[in-house]
C-alpha cells in the first residue's frame, strides 16, 4: 500500500471513531479543542490535521503545483 493510500485509510478509521465517540457520548467544544491527556480526543484535531495536510502537499507534489 503506498504512502497515500495510508494516510487516506488513517483519515477514514480516525473519522470513523471520532463519529463512533460522538454518537455514543457527543462531543462538546471543550472536548473537540482541550481534550487532556488520556482523553480519546487527546491531539485528534491536530493529528487529522497533520494528515490531511500531508495529503495536500502530496497532492500538490504529483500535479506539480504549490500551495
Not at 16 to 34: C, D, N, W
Not at 41 to 60: I, K, P, T, W
Amino acid at each position: 500500500m503506498s504512502d497515500k493510500q495510508e494516510k487516506i485509510k488513517k483519515l477514514l478509521e480516525m473519522q470513523r471513531k471520532f463519529i463512533e465517540y460522538e454518537h455514543a457520548h457527543g462531543v462538546t467544544p471543550e472536548e473537540y479543542y482541550l481534550a487532556e491527556d488520556g482523553h480519546p480526543l487527546h491531539n485528534y484535531r491536530q493529528e487529522f490535521r497533520d494528515v490531511a495536510m500531508d495529503l495536500v502537499d502530496m497532492a500538490h507534489a504529483e500535479k506539480g503545483s504549490h500551495r
